[in-house]
């Protein structure tokens, strides 16, 4: 049996963001959600502070989001003006050489998918 | 922004299906229907990452949990479950109200079901469409029910039933779940509505 014999609808798009972007701008994330984009949440990382906890959360959304470009996916992120936590994630993507583009999270055309 | 004094804790595949093993995804990235529903209820959404895809990888074959169960994973299983557990306790601190929603019938995210069948290992070998499915927890929510009861946490627990995330010939006949889609979201719906 092949894969392709099994229902399968992975859409193999995903976007990632802070759940704070997704509070402060859903009509944009909804936009991206119509378009069949998987979300990948960062926490609010700042609850955790400096703890081991806070870096098991940023490795484990890294190991996820590597995988899927592994894989060929497609992976953006949406990146609102203030956004630390989702910064730490790119940082530590960075570190990895890993390579996804970038969204600003505004409200013009360029937030769109 | 006002802090919302709801919390929900979701495994990652029902916000996106691209981390599911290949072959059982009927949906295209979230269950829709359920991510419009906790925004416009106003809950915060925590999205745990699928322990699974970080530890197997997304080319995975269709598991059991005793092919889960080792010692490497229950480790990995474990340090993300206490990373959960002190996000959870952060927000109980400020005064949140927390929920979990897991994934029926899966080997690492099953509350009520699970799939089971010890004589999976070894040489590859063709495997029936229906699951293994026995009454059980996954991996992960078991090391995540002792993260939380170590640190006294109120959390209301639930998992999506298998209609909601798995293709028909995937879900169980019997058991604690509901069997067609609309009634699998009803019920997490009103889960989450109590």
């Known amino acids: ?113 | 922004m006002q802090e919302s004094d709801k919390v929900v804790f979701l495994m990652h595949s029902v916000l996106n299906m691209n981390v599911r093993a290949p072959g059982i995804a009927v949906h295209r990235g979230p269950i829709e229907d359920l991510y419009r529903f906790l925004l416009d209820r106003g809950f915060e959404v925590v999205q745990i990452p699928c322990p699974e895809t970080s530890f197997v990888g997304l080319r995975r074959w269709w598991f059991t949990r005793e092919l889960y169960d080792s010692v490497g994973y229950r480790r990995h299983c474990r340090q993300l479950a206490e990373a959960v557990a002190d996000l959870a306790e952060a927000y109980h601190r400020r005064g949140a109200k927390l929920y979990f929603v897991g994934q029926g019938l899966s080997p690492t995210c099953g509350l009520r079901m699970t799939q089971s069948d010890p004589t999976w290992g070894g040489k590859p070998f063709q495997v029936p469409l229906e699951p293994p499915a026995v009454v059980g927890k996954g991996v992960f929510v078991e090391e995540l029910e002792r993260a939380l009861a170590q640190r006294g946490l109120p959390v209301r627990m639930t998992d999506v039933a298998p209609a909601a995330i798995y293709p028909p010939y995937r879900i169980p006949r019997e058991g604690p779940y509901p069997t067609s889609l609309p009634e699998a979201l009803e019920e997490v719906k009103k889960f989450l509505d109590a």
């Open chain 1, 1 to 113: 049996m092949r894969e392709l014999d099994f229902l399968d609808r992975r859409s193999r798009r995903t976007l990632l963001l802070s759940g704070a972007t997704l509070r402060r701008h859903r009509d944009v994330v909804d936009r991206w959600v119509e378009e069949g984009y998987g979300l990948t949440l960062v926490p609010r990382l700042e609850l955790l502070g400096t703890s081991a906890s806070a870096h098991t959360w940023v490795q484990a959304l890294c190991d996820t989001v590597e995988e899927m470009v592994r894989h060929q996916h497609t992976v953006v992120a949406l990146r609102a003006a203030e956004d630390p936590d989702l910064d730490k994630v790119l940082q530590a993507l960075a570190q990895r050489q890993v390579k996804i583009p970038v969204r600003p999270c505004t409200s013009g055309k360029e937030a769109d998918p």
